[in-house]
């Protein structure tokens, strides 16, 4: 099973720190010995990619020829053979809140749509997050918080914009636009008003529960709460996403990741190539 690890006490220079990057070096005999190869068929070549320049897909058609070294975990212990992934391109998906799902339902070529895949995810971080040896509450609270409600009082060094998710029932929009527009008709700024209100009766993603029903949300009419989004410099509020027609959908973050992996017993990892 998947494990979300975390330091209760060093949360703010987990997520300030970059993930180490394995740098992408020539194979070689003495790197590994007769690796395994995984192929997939039917997937289609780097030129169909939309969006990329000329120089990008010659990166990722080497990236696709060399493939991806991986070493299994407990290699020092037992001869267990290596394996070069292939890095294929299986299709384009939307660039929206549920590309995590639509990219998983293409990749492992399964029947189950990307709101289902949502469920799932959700369903088994529950599953984990009461199970014996399963996810830490404590900790899993305090990284849910410090990505989604996070100390505005700190992190400037880091980001020039922080975002606070909060969500607000869709039965519950009319009444708080007549919240907002009654402030706004006692001479306060409209985004003042909207933050005020949003802050004061709609749910901040600041813990496991929360997280549950943000990570519910697809963007569509079915969905049980709105996500509104306020963004802040360090000279205070930016904008507020008020999300009207309700279409924003929650992107997949590592606990995500983690979880959907866990529900389909696969391992799921980022491929980051550097391209200038």
Not at 175 to 190: C, H, Y
Request: proline share 3%; glycine share 6%.
């Amino acid at each position: 099973m998947g494990k979300l690890l975390c330091d209760t006490t060093a949360i703010a220079e987990t997520f300030h720190v970059s993930s180490p990057i394995i740098p992408w070096r020539e194979a070689t005999s003495a790197s590994f010995c007769a690796p395994d190869t995984v192929a997939l068929t039917g997937n289609k070549s780097w030129e169909t990619v939309s969006g990329l320049e000329d120089q990008q897909k010659r990166y990722l058609q080497r990236l696709h020829a060399k493939g991806v070294l991986w070493k299994h975990p407990q290699g020092h212990i037992s001869p267990a053979r290596s394996m070069i992934f292939q890095l294929s391109h299986g299709g384009d998906v939307e660039a929206d809140g549920n590309c995590l799902f639509s990219a998983s339902q293409k990749a492992m070529r399964i029947s189950i749509d990307a709101r289902e895949l949502r469920r799932r995810t959700v369903r088994r971080f529950l599953d984990d997050l009461g199970s014996q040896g399963g996810l830490d509450r404590a900790s899993t609270d305090a990284v849910i918080k410090h990505l989604y409600s996070p100390d505005l009082k700190a992190g400037w060094g880091i980001h020039v914009v922080q975002e606070v998710k909060l969500l607000a029932n869709k039965e519950d929009r009319v009444a708080l636009d007549v919240a907002i527009n009654e402030l706004v008709d006692l001479g306060l700024q409209r985004e003042m008003a909207a933050e005020s209100i949003y802050k004061e009766r709609c749910i901040p993603v600041d813990d496991s529960l929360s997280w549950t029903k943000y990570m519910s949300i697809s963007g569509s009419a079915d969905d049980k709460y709105d996500i509104i989004s306020l963004q802040y410099t360090e000279e205070g509020l930016l904008t507020v996403d008020e999300n009207r027609e309700g279409r924003a959908a929650a992107f997949g973050d590592d606990i995500a990741i983690e979880s959907l992996a866990t529900e389909f017993k696969r391992e799921i990892y980022v491929v980051r190539r550097c391209i200038n």
